[in-house]
């Protein structure tokens, strides 16, 4: 068996869940520990490296970190990463001064952008230090996209993203406001070097049922209803609402009724609770907020008398699997649910009629571009995608992703060379000790329990749209929730050749993650003889190489690794040691190289 | 030391043995001995063997007396009764504690300074009145607490870190065991914990007094090249003389470590003992000539590894027939310390007509 090769960045890379399940890799137990330390600006810029908007992402990621978080695997419940996001956010003093500026010389390439949502403003938040001169496309008058137009600021404060969105535009990006692009050949043609599609998915998808048109007035679009609460062309709602679907714009679409006019307020759901797409903790805040959410009900046809919609006919389902997972469903009866209005939050989809079809720029049988994933290049290779402008609807997390992969791609295009030749990740691993028996982190175990957001009283929310739900976590919350991290990134660095098979660590190791063991013929035979088999398969062990003394193997497993550094501390021959292992992530206009060095 | 105590949160799959226990729930405090200390070993196998065993942790008491070894009875079981005694009497506070509750589990530890020079006596005659006890002796061949002198048990040439060489013979405990009357005497490698934790396991379930020496390097003072009980040289000199494995009463008996045919190709050279609880050992010498359970053939034996250089471990001596302290004294079944204070204490005209037996 060859020994596993930790020189490799993914290696380690992937022992930090967090980080690895972020679509921006976000440096998430280092920001923490600032945040331990208070230094809330720092923690916040290191933040912003990488996510870019760390105030807006601290009250709206779809956290794909949390259910990757190793506390998880330890005690159920996670480290509240996302709100820890906005502890720095919230805190941070002024750190305008420590933000990359744009040269005043620039580099005479001209790069557009169609769209200020987050996949857009991430592209100019790289590249115009590097001295290009960025356009910006919006059909609004203000920046920030579905950002700011589909999150109700009850969950997400104008101001927040007023500040992070003008971070980047203060660095000298060109606004075009009010100029909704209706010709990507028009655009061309204004002589841009390069054009980044981040205009998003902005259609909202409709429900074709008998009934759907006989009263439009009260049926709307969940997106364009949101939008247009945001713009308070909509300022009330009739008391009985039906919504539609059950992802989170479901979720938003529900709270914001609430808060129009809307006293009894149902979310209907064609499937059961476990294949909903909506996040559990804003199912959770909806319902808190006395939403009635409905299962195994699929829309039949709305029930319009006298051109007043008065209700909405539902097939009740009942949903079977076979032994092949396949879910089928069987209509068990019909049932009407009275309401005054509909809101379908069914899911959206893109649309490109801007676009033309001769522009070199391919579109594949669902009329979407053909995009390559890795470099966000369309077929024409001027062009590039990103967010869900590129391949539909995910999140804001998954467009400041592509915003940073698709910068790199302009960059390298722009420069005249191979956008294909990616710069590679690196990585920096710096010994973390101090001493004996002395870390330069915080090494001990805190069993508190993951701390629950505060939000403001049911009595108060309602009153104003921009009463913002989520208090935040108070000090002590946030002292008990830093130390429940179990700072992954601090790794266990093996150096087989010093290694005397003392046992020491083996013995120390609190959640039996290491054995000495004999060589097997494959590493998954090998995770069956270890001091609790290996049988989480998503979760890498290491294997060292022959140890001097038996030639028998030290082998890792890193599914439940506390990372106290015991094992480091017990070994008379500092084999095992501890180090902080920092990810160099490429970015537009360097190979490698980090804004803000992560600290311990 | 460590900076830290161990964290509480355990490996979600860890196992449970027949009392719901997993074996967190039989460790100690943390060792302040040095990092590397084969003692730490030694716990974990104790730890892993009383897991394994499920011994009620409210029915074992650990006893100890003075130097490194001894501070190891605060590193495992903590649920447990303990006496930490003056060096080297430790058996006699042991003995005292099994004659007057013989339904305790007994856990000596000790070292080779603790047992083979100042309670060298306690030791022979501890197992000359067959205590029912696992007695443990963590042999590292030097005096680790006052900075690394050489012990009883350093070998003739081994040398110290600053190079003297000693040049006095060594006491082998295991030699000296069965020469007074051991009726169960093994030996073993703190790293090597596969051989180490049968022959504890055994060695608690055997009615008597269990002698096991357990090799455990001194890491700060006797672990570099021309030690004799270093990490290395344990390892390049250890001949597992007799491949052991205990089988608990309620376990089927199935051949798990010990196939038919041993390693050397000796087919007929397993032994199954049955021990007082039922239990049995599953006993494979490694040469044909050696019968661990003849106390001349194993002392035999082993002098002869000892003449060769060789280091032979295992089970090395079992005798079935052993009769306890309390079979001797023909005692109680009831434990002394449950028996009440009339039948314990019958009273002045008992002793009177006791008395006048011998007038």
Redesign the interface.
Known sequence: MDPTDVSDPRYYHKVVDCQWACPAHTNVPAYIRLIAQGRYSESYLLNRASNVFPGVLGRTCDRPCEPACRRGRIDEKPVAICRLKRVAADLRDDIEPFLPKAPEQKNGKRIALIGAGPASLTVANDLLPLGYTVTIFEKNREPGGLMRINIPSFRLPAQVLDDECGYIINMGAEMRYGAAVTSLAAVLDEGFDAVFVGSGAPKGKDLDIPGRHDDPAHVHIGIDWLANVHFEHIKKIEPRVIIIGVGNTAMDCCRSAKRLGATDVKVVARRGRQHFKASPWELEDAEEEQVEIIENHAPKRMVVENGTLVGMEFDVLDWTEDASGKQTSRVLRTETIPCDAVILAIGQDNAFPWIERDLGLEFNKWDMPVVDSETHQSTNPKVFFGGDAAWGPKNIIWAVAHGHAAAISIDLFCQGEDVTKRPPQGMNLLSVKNGLHSWAYDNGFDASGRQVMRHEDLTKRFRDMKVEVELGFSAEQVATEVSRCLNCDIQTQFNAPKCIECDACIDVCPTACLTITKAQSSEAELRKHLTVPATNADQDIYHSSPLPQTERLMVKDEDVCLHCGLCAERCPTAAWEMQLFDLLQPKAGATCHEEVPATV | ????A?????????KTNSLGLTI?DYEGGM?TL?????H??V??AIVQAAWELALPPHRAAKMSGIGCSSKTTAYFMKQSHGFNSVHGRMPSVASGAAAANRGLNVIGISGDGDSLSIGLGQLTHAIRRNTNMLYVIENNGVYGLTKGQFSASADIGSKLKKGETNEQPPIDPVLLALSVGATFVGRSF??D?QQLVPILKAAISHRGLALVDVIS?C??FN?HEGSTKS??YT?DHDVAAVEADYIPVCDPIEITGLGAQSSNGHADSLRVVQLHDGGTVRLRSTSPDYDPTDRASAHQHISACQRRGEIATGLLFVDSGSRSLHDVLRTSSTPLVDLRHEDLCPGSAALDSLMKRFR
Do not use: E, F, W
Not at chain 2, 1 to 4: F, G, H, L, V
């Open positions: 030391m460590t900076s830290i161990k964290p509480i949160a355990t490996h979600p799959r860890l967190r060792s040095c990092a590397g200390c084969g730490d070993s716990t974990a703190s790293g914990k390097p890491v700060t672990n990490y290395q390892r």
